[in-house]
């Protein structure tokens, strides 16, 4: 089964699909309790970083991130590509349509707003 979420940046929704591993299984039950929304911040003009909060069992492994690619880093931190990097991430899931994503994320700080798509 196929599981998506919806990623909120000020007013902007697009649509995620999970990955299938144990980090998105605990992101997964975060999201049915709460909304989680997250403060992140720009970091070297290609991605967006931001604390989780609480721990998530991560998986690393080195892969390159590609535009639209959420990641955890060190266990309890999203990141969000909006451009690529190297290194080591457990997969949490993939924006499906990027039309509109790099401009979504702006160039500063930003609130995301992570929900289950019904």
């Known amino acids: 089964m196929v599981r998506k979420m919806i990623v909120e940046i000020g007013g902007s929704r697009f649509t995620a699909v999970l990955e299938n591993n144990e980090a998105a299984d605990a992101l997964t039950e975060m999201m049915k309790e709460n909304l989680v929304t997250i403060q992140m911040r720009d970091y070297a003009g290609f991605e967006k970083v931001g604390a989780l909060g609480s721990d998530l069992p991560a998986s690393d492994r080195q892969i390159t991130a590609r535009p ?15 451009g690529s990097n190297s290194w080591s991430y457990t997969r949490l899931g993939r924006i499906e349509d990027l039309t509109g994503w790099e401009a979504a994320l702006g160039d500063g700080d930003a609130t995301v707003i992570f929900s289950l798509m019904e």
């Open 68 to 82: 639209g690619d959420i990641v955890l880093y060190q266990g309890n931190q999203i990141v969000m590509f909006y």
